[in-house]
């Protein structure tokens, strides 16, 4: 066809509505390769596409019966590479005994691709320990050479994460599909429990925990592993979780399946508003210094107005409503920082979002005490303590002002370290364990009866997460297919839609002028002031987060 005034056509082109930040500053087309553009790639700077999850999704899916993992060209090569050797692509990790990798199919493989690339570039940046699960993975993988369902586990901890950032019903599915799997090995493996399988059996309930996306099915998890740890503790100096297990004993008597509910008490109810407001007025300071941080200030923006919804909403009464009303922030201590972190591995800037995400965590705990010292803030001491160790450093005059102010605005959520800490020890000492009940040699009997109904049963109604629905077993496998289904680790499907680049909270509104850098008095938590006490909500109106 010709074209205007009788000459050639014009040559067709499709405009990149997608494309990285890199390319549209350059004013060229973006091929919209994750994780990385091919442009990008070919000038050897970082793309965009790994700040934001949210544009790592493709525009269509692969296809309507198949979990959509986020394939590119080059995970795909790495992985036919993978199968064909045998050869671990990681081997920084130091995975031993190492799984039998050529067993594995290439969607498995891909899972196991998906977590391990994440937690090989944490060590390599020296950012492990600055989240909740990276530094453990080699454990968990050394540990599932031997035992299948705590591969399982693992698997589904993979698939709920691409699950999170994809939106893909399949992809949720395939995470329901492997926890059903790692859920009745885990049932197995306690009935016969051992100093031998001990490991296994604490590496896959903890996995399976961070999964629980209901009230019932975490509770019986957690109590299960407090009891797993309990009963290891004669041979806790052998166990690849040492570590771990010295950190989580003692533990505070929380009965989390028939706990006893606490009465508030306006008194109370006025300190919790205080705990919010003071964790919002430092946001509030670390704001105008993000304003060329576009993800950092997203991050900012979305815990403000999670701890809005907290000030307004009414105060939790049962363990279970604390767990809907915490779920949101749990599942952002577990993405967020990994996200952050690989973008920008030592950027003060991140360090210090990262550490009042995990302050909030720490600042909760006196507000929901039924539940969100071991459902966030146990889990949150450690990373939080580590950005505190390298933030110090930046407080350095040889370091530019900026960099001095922002290490200085971490300043109130170093603060809680120390006072959940002494707060800790205090109700530690304040709890005494209850009378010794003559048991098994290792206590198996309560943990192994409750996973045994669960999976009996065979359903709950609709799912105890926060605006979410149950979403049915779908890849069962045919040895399991007489097994009723259980909701302990469903992937729920959505109610409402996920973030997405341009639906982000609207930045609160603030001073755009430089404020002074947070200093507290020495012996004294500042007071920010106390919101209104009237007008709440008649519920909590949970995150629209992907599970």
Known sequence: MAGPGGGPSRRSHTKSRKGCKTCKRRHIRCDETFPQCRNCTKHQVRCDYMDNPTAMMPESPQSPQQPNLLWTPEIETTIELWRQTGEFPFPELRVYPQPQWRAYTKTELRLIHHLTSISNEMFRNRTSTMT?????????????????????????????????????????????????????????????FTKLNSDAVLASSLLLAWQATDWRGWASLVTGTKTVIRSMQSWRHESLFADYIAEHTPMPARHFINPTNTPISQEMRREHLTIIANMNASLQRVQPYLNRNDQ????????????????????????????NQLYALRKWLFWVPISLLAAKRGDVNVLVVLAHFYGTALALEAMFPDVASVFVADMSLRPLEEIVHVIQGYQDPRYDTMTQTMAYLAGYPFDLVSSYKARRDWLRQ????????????????SMNLDLGNHIAQHSYGQSLSPAFAPSPLTFLPPALAST????????????????????????????????????????HAPNYGVPNMTGYSSGFVATPIWT
């Open 296 to 323: 950092e200030i997203k991050w900012v923006d979305q815990l403000k107005g999670y701890l809005d919804r907290l000030s307004t909403s009414n105060q939790p009464q049962t363990p279970e409503e604390q767990f």
């Open 430 to 445: 304040q709890t005494t364990e209850s009378p010794t009940i003559h048991q098994s040699p290792y206590a198996m009997e």
């Open 132 to 192: 909740l699960w990276t530094d453990m993975m080699p454990k968990f993988l050394s540990i599932a050479a031997s035992y299948p369902f705590v591969m399982n586990s693992i698997l589904a901890f993979s698939a709920s994460h691409l699950a999170w950032i994809s939106q893909s019903n399949e992809t949720r599915n395939l995470a329901f599909h492997h926890a059903s799997i790692a859920l009745k090995g885990l049932h197995d493996g306690i009935t016969n």
């Open 484 to 523: 009723p289904t259980s909701p302990y680790l469903e992937v729920p499907r959505a109610a409402v839609d996920v973030y997405s680049t341009n639906n982000y909270a609207a930045p609160l509104t603030s001073s755009p002028a430089m404020m002074a850098p947070y200093a507290a008095p020495q012996g």
